[in-house]
Structures are given as C-alpha cells and as structure tokens.
C-alpha cells in the first residue's frame, strides 16, 4: 500500500505534546497471514507506530510508513516474525499518545487439518444503518477474517463516503482482519489501494489488483472484474498458473475465489457472461469449491456446477451472490441453476474444518436464511506438523481434493423452501459417499 521509509531506531521513543486518538483502524495483510499483520489508521500526526506483543506489556514497535492524506495523515505499520494461530495485543498511534489496546489473532500455520471461521459479504454503499446492522452481525459471529466482494461505498472518488463507511466498519475491522475486492463503484480508485493493505503477487503494492493468499487449509482468489480478464489476458493466465499449483499442494482443502461480477446470477444485473467464458471452465478444471460475488443486491446460492451443467445431486463449483450489505436492495428471480434466492441485507458465515466447508447466510436480524455443507472426503496428508508459512500473496497453495454434493439449504422464503429433515438427512447421507478430488 506505502512506501516504507527507513527510520532511525531513535525516532521511535520520540514524545511529543499532544497528538489525537487515530481513527479508521483497520487490519490486513500484505504477506502471510500467520506470521504477518498489517494496521492502518488516520490521524492528524505525520509520524506513527504500533507497539504490540502477546500481552498488554507488548514489547515491541513497528514504524508506519506515513502519507498525507486529505487534511490529516494515513499509516501503515506491518508486524512481521509473528507467531501463528496467536492472539496478540496492540496500540497504534503517535508517540507516547496511543489509542486503546486491541487484540488480533494470526492464522494458524498452514496445514490441512486447520479449522476457523471467516465472513463473506459485499456492496455495503448506500444505506449506513443497514450496514451497521450486517457489521454488528458479523461481529457477534467472531470471523476469523472477512472477504468482501466489492461496492464498499458508493463512489470510490469521495473520501467523505469512505469516512462514514470506516466509522461504521471499525469496531469490527480493528480486531478482525478484512480483505476486499474491487467492485465497479471503486472504479479503481487510488484511494481504495491506499487505505487498505491488501494481499499482493510479488510483495509490491502494485500488484494488489489481484492476488491469492493461504489462510490454514484454504487456498484464497481475490480477482478483478474491472480490468482485463478475458481469456489471454494478463490475469487469466495469472489465475490459471495459480490455481495449476495450488490443486498440487495437499496442505489446502479447499479453494475459495472472490471477485465483483456474478457468472451466475438471476438479480437485476444478471450473469456476466464474458466473466463465466473466461473463468468458470477454469474453476471447475481445477477445483474451486466456492465463489463469492457481488453487484447484484440478494443473496443467491447456485447449484454445483460440472461441465458447466449444474448438478441437482452433484459435485461442483457453487457460486454465491452476496451483495446484501447496505446497498438498496433489488429484487431477485430462479434460474434453472438456482438453489435459493432471497432479496435481503445479510452475510455469510463460512466454517471450516479438513473435512466440510459449512455456509449459513444470515440476515440483518440475525435469522439464518439458507444453509449449505460441502464434504471433502479425501484422505488428509500425514500431519505436516502445521508447519510452513502462511499465505503466499500469489504463490500458488491450494489443492486437495474437492467436494462431494452439498447439503441443501435449510432456510425458507419466497425464493427457495424450506428442505425437510428427511431430504436433508439424505443428501448427507449421499454427500459422505461420493468425494471428489481435484484434478
């Protein structure tokens, strides 16, 4: 995201008068997620730092790389050599005047038997009470991380959006870290890129467009529907080199792919059909389990895909529309690859073990809507120790086997109906006994 000037040890311990409490704290990561974490703030003082450790007598400090930034200063401090799967406190500010001590916790260290939590959601703009509402839903849930598949605010150009959307966002975002993709109302603005640390290819933050990144045994695609990415082009033969090594990598039991524009979608926009000519056949080749999309504002959960042919009792690639997060809803139709649909504010809880990739999508009630398990039967690799680092940003990871047929939802609504315990029962049943491996 910055540049990273090189300090002078003794520029840390400098006090000085009086400075404000910072604002927008926010986490990422630009590298592993087990050993690497990233904060980012604002405040109205040039220089900043955090100081950290695994109690609240921290012990250590990073110097932010610092910018002027509309009227105050934006910083960045990345913490690397830390532990995984620990929780460490933290208080980032300028000088001796720091704000409140805040807790994260590092991915576990990549290994196909991790299991953890993390939120989907997307197209947030808009509606700040119906956004308070999904965030204050997500956070009750305690994500690992959350993915977010675009639109965060309404024009990417208007830093006063993005003021509200970040007083909203933080008392989330400030312990959880948050990965976000691009979404056509950033229009790739620079100041998406630069408030943000996100996952890169090759540790600059240039190449943030799109990247993959591990977290335990899932293997991450954050794509870019607003630049090129029909077949040839730069990012297609990126995904697919990418995704080539990561079906190779029994460390990662399932791959998840994240980007804007829906393949698959029955709302107002529709599917994007040059987005499905260049990418589905590709998931599929390889394995994905699950994409998450946005744009279209519902929630649908597709069928599983093969042979570009959803499956009714089948296998495959299923696809998510969420882009329920505070943009004015629209209304949402079936399609003959539709499992369920409903227009509505929500996220997506996602729980993760070697074994099953559990979805529920919940509403800005709290009431679950729609509920989906996918199986990976594979045989898990000998225990690797949970060693190695966590989270290449582009370096491949990933594979596995995949999954056998999904559970059926088990929310109800206008959209879809409600299974019933006898077919739910069976498709378990059948679910456990046809595991599929990637290729």
């Keep these: 995201m910055l ?22 704290v926010h986490l990422g990561w630009e590298g592993p997620t087990d050993t690497t974490m990233t904060v980012t703030w604002r405040s ?160 600059s933050p240039d190449t943030e467009t799109y990247a993959s990144w591990d977290y335990g045994n899932v293997h991450f695609l954050s794509l870019n529907t607003e630049i090129a990415y029909w077949a040839g082009s730069e990012q297609t033969q990126w995904l697919e080199a990418d995704l080539a090594a990561a079906s190779a990598d029994p460390r990662v039991r399932w791959i998840v792919a994240v980007f804007h524009r829906p393949p698959y979608s029955s709302g107002s926009h529709g599917s994007n059909m040059s987005v499905r000519e260049a990418w589905s056949a590709l998931f599929e080749k390889y394995g994905v389990d699950v994409v998450f999309n946005g744009h279209d504002h519902h929630y649908e ?30 209304g949402v139709s079936r399609s003959d690859f539709t499992a369920f649909s409903r227009s509505v504010h929500h996220f997506v809880e996602v729980d993760v073990t070697p074994t099953t ?11 679950v809507i729609d509920a989906l398990t996918l199986r990976n039967d594979a045989p898990l690799p000998p225990d690797d120790g949970a060693g190695g680092s966590g989270g290449g940003s582009g370096s491949g990871g990933g594979g596995g086997a995949g999954v056998a047929p999904p559970v059926v939802n088990a929310g109800c609504g206008s959209a879809g109906g409600a299974a019933s315990l006898a077919s739910v029962l069976a498709l378990v049943a059948a679910a456990a006994g046809r595991p599929r491996r990637r290729r």
């Excluded at 540049?3 to 927008?24: D, I």
């Excluded at 559990?358 to 800005?364: K, N, Q, R, T």
Aim: aromatic share 10%.
């Design 3 to 24: 540049a990273r000037p090189l300090l002078a040890a003794a520029a840390l311990a400098l006090a000085t008068a009086s400075y404000a409490a910072p604002s927008q």
């Design 44 to 203: 109205p003082d040039p220089t900043g730092q955090v100081i950290y450790g695994t109690s609240d007598a921290y012990g250590e400090v990073a110097a932010a790389a610092s910018i002027a930034y509309g009227g105050s200063w934006l910083h960045e401090a990345r913490l690397t050599g830390l532990s995984p799967g620990t929780t460490y406190h933290y208080r980032a500010g300028a000088g001796t005047d720091l704000g409140p001590d805040r807790t994260f916790t590092t991915a576990p260290a990549r290994s196909a038997r991790a299991a953890f939590r993390f939120a989907a959601y997307g197209d947030s703009r808009t509606d700040d009470a119906a956004r308070a509402r999904v965030r204050a839903g997500v956070q009750a849930r305690r994500p690992a991380f959350s993915v977010d598949s675009g639109d965060l605010v309404e024009n990417g150009n208007d830093q006063a959006m993005w003021d509200e959307w970040f007083a909203t966002m933080e008392p989330l975002l400030a312990t959880t870290p948050f990965v976000s993709v691009v979404g056509n109302h950033e229009v790739n603005s620079a100041r998406f890129y630069q408030q943000f640390a996100l996952p890169n290819r090759d540790g």
């Design 301 to 330: 959960r597709s069928l599983a895909f093969a042979n570009g042919v959803p499956q009714r009792d089948g296998a495959g690639v299923v696809y998510v529309v969420t882009g329920g997060a505070g943009a004015p809803l629209y």
């Design 357 to 367: 990739l559990s979805l529920e999508a919940i509403d800005d009630t709290g009431a």
